[in-house]
């Protein structure tokens, strides 16, 4: 019964190519979020999605697309990928009425870009 | 801004030692806060939390207080395990959308 499932768990392209990573969650949550943690793990939040509609855009390069079929999934598209952006993408999702927005992450994603 | 402030790593300490790793923050209003631990090669996991001042989280040992005359919540643990050893993460939410504001991240390594 995983809460916050996140495919592939590893991947590894070369520049240039386009890639996938897909999220689920089975918890019920309206919002979800995709952040990027690189080496010094540090954590950037990206996007969010609520309810299927965009509520956090960071600043990040136009590559990166994220899709939101719906409130339980939300997926990130990353066109012509570049050697930066090797990193742990994480997924996480929060609860509509939890005031405190406590997010639930899911294992994440290593993207290796050769 | 808001903002979170947490100590540097790493942190290195023998096992049954004192543990306690510093969060200050800055924030407008009264946002909840939030310690997360990252274990090896895991994704992120809620440890504890508070929602308002003086309000005190603990788990599995961990506890942090939430002051506001201090804005801090600082995390603590008596006695550390090696199974302790992870990164930890201090948090805040505030404002409307949702958004979590994060520490650097503090690593821990605890040996036998």
């Known amino acids: 019964d995983t809460a916050v499932s996140q495919t592939p768990k590893y991947l590894v392209t070369q520049m240039g190519n386009d890639k996938s990573i897909k999220c689920e969650q089975n918890?019920?949550?309206?919002?979800m979020y995709w952040y990027k943690q690189d080496s010094k793990k540090f954590l950037k939040i990206m996007f969010s999605y609520n309810n299927k509609e965009l509520i956090i855009n960071e600043t990040v390069p136009n590559r990166f697309s994220p899709k939101s079929p719906d409130k339980a999934h939300l997926n990130l598209h990353i066109n012509s990928l570049e050697l930066g952006d090797s990193a742990v993408y994480f997924c996480?999702?929060?609860?509509?009425?939890?005031?405190?927005?406590?997010?639930?992450f899911g294992p994440g994603t290593r993207l290796t870009v050769t | 801004g808001n903002s979170v402030t947490q100590m540097e790593g790493p942190v290195t300490l023998s096992e049954e030692a004192f543990l306690t790793i510093n969060c200050t923050y800055t924030a407008t209003g009264y946002p909840s806060l939030f310690w997360y631990v990252q274990y090896p090669g895991e994704g992120l996991q809620l440890l504890l939390k508070?929602?308002?001042a003086d309000d005190k989280g603990s788990n599995k040992g961990f506890e942090a207080t939430y002051r506001k005359e201090t804005t801090s919540f600082h995390l603590e643990k008596g006695s550390v395990q090696v199974s302790d050893s992870a990164v930890y993460f201090c948090?805040?939410?505030?404002?409307?959308?949702?958004?979590?504001?994060w520490g650097l991240g503090t690593s821990l390594a605890v040996n036998p």
């Open positions: 508070a929602t308002k």
């Open positions: 996480a999702s929060s609860a509509v009425g939890d005031s405190s927005y406590e997010q639930y």
């Open positions: 918890l019920g949550h309206d919002t």
């Open positions: 948090a805040l939410s505030a404002g409307n959308n949702r958004k979590l504001i």
